[in-house]
């Protein structure tokens, strides 16, 4: 059974850093691209970044370039996301996301429960 | 970026009855090799998103064959051949033939 475990969320203050984790079990990780999609409060999805399987392709939405970072350890089966320079606008669930596909990511197939956060002063 | 825009926003529907929700993209979603990479997923109240059809039309693994997806090019439908009390929940329809993917707004399904 694949299953996808978030850790890491919490509240931050504006300008603030997160590490967000995803434990992945059930399926072979190194073999499946992975992606982080958010949802903010009362709102609709909005993906935030994907990777390949191997790790190294990464792709990322314009409203988080320059100061997110996915990355993964296929050691470890596990996914991440660093989040550096927090804006308010980035409060949301954010939900790890594997895919049908290896090398580019495209249909999230399988989801966390999401971890939250919370960016606030 | 391409955008998608769903309609209607907000579909009640009687159950047993068939429902139907668009989507039209911004621009073509069809790549040069004729694949279009355009899915469905549905979100139950409190759950985490789920996918039901990729690929226009595909229907996932244990996905119930009420469930299908058809269109080309920038437009799209989900359609639910009878609504059954599980299916209440946002649909979400999602382009990712070129980044950033985008999703659309949403449509509540709910019950009359």
């Known amino acids: 059974e694949v299953q996808l475990l978030e850790s890491g969320g919490g509240l931050v203050q504006p300008g603030g850093s997160l590490r967000l984790s995803c434990a992945a079990s059930g399926f072979t990780f190194s073999t499946f691209a992975m992606s982080w999609v958010r949802q903010a409060p009362g709102r609709g999805l909005e993906w935030v970044s994907g990777m390949s399987g191997s790790g190294r392709n990464t792709y990322y939405a314009d409203s988080v370039k320059g100061r997110f970072t996915i990355s993964r350890d296929n050691s470890k089966n596990t996914l991440y996301l660093q989040m550096n320079s927090l804006r308010a606008d980035d409060t949301a669930l954010y939900y790890c996301?594997?895919?049908?596909?290896?090398?580019?990511?495209?249909?999230?197939?399988?989801w966390g429960q999401g971890t939250q956060v919370t960016v606030s002063s | 970026d391409i955008v998608m825009t769903q309609t209607p926003l907000s579909s009640p529907v009687t159950l047993g009855q068939p429902a139907s929700i668009s989507c039209r993209s911004s621009q073509s979603l069809e790549l040069r090799d004729g694949a279009t990479y355009l899915s469905w997923l549905q979100q139950r109240p409190g759950q985490r998103p789920r996918l039901l059809i990729y690929?226009?039309?595909n229907r996932f693994t244990g996905v119930p064959d009420r469930f299908s997806g058809s269109g080309a090019g920038t437009d799209f439908t989900l359609k639910i051949s009878r609504v059954e009390a599980e299916d209440v929940g946002v649909y979400y329809c999602m382009q990712s033939t070129q980044f950033p993917y985008t999703f659309g707004q949403g449509t509540k399904l709910e019950i009359k």
């Open positions: 690929m226009i039309s």
């Open positions: 996301a594997k895919d049908l596909r290896q090398l580019v990511p495209a249909f999230f197939d399988y």
